[in-house]
């Protein structure tokens, strides 16, 4: 991926870790923003949000900022994401980085398809 923020999975490592998404749209969505995708990070609002996010036993790993206003689909991404640069096996930051991207891709918690995280607690950092 394209990005100076560190902790962040290389495209073929986010593709390959999108992989076990079962809908279609989503899956293409993700793979298309795990090459392209804006990714934010450093800034201390971010670094705030990180902090803010990550409660007893569960980190951050990035968020979407979104506006509940611009609808937001696998067919139409959100174009950026935001990054909290949590140290992390190799394995566990391209599956935290596919479960960001299929929010970006109007993907919510419980909705399944098979994305890593589905309650929002990713099983690893
Ligand atoms: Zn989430």
Redesign the pocket.
């Known amino acids: 991926m394209s990005s100076t923020c560190s902790e962040v999975p290389t495209v073929e490592e986010c593709q390959a870790a999108a992989q076990v998404i079962t809908s279609d749209c989503l899956k293409k969505c993700v793979e298309m923003q795990c090459a392209g995708i804006k990714i934010n990070c450093s800034s201390p609002e971010i670094q705030k949000n990180c902090k803010d996010k990550s409660s007893e036993g569960i980190v951050a790993m990035g968020?979407?900022a979104r506006f509940d206003d611009v609808p937001v689909s696998c067919a139409s991404p959100w174009k950026e994401i935001n990054w909290c640069e949590v140290p992390s096996s190799r394995e566990c930051r391209a599956k935290a980085m596919v479960?960001?991207l299929?929010?970006s891709c109007g993907w919510?918690?419980n909705q399944g398809f098979g994305v890593p995280?589905d309650d929002?607690n990713l099983p690893c950092n």
């Open positions: 968020y979407v479960h960001e299929a929010h919510h918690h995280g929002g």
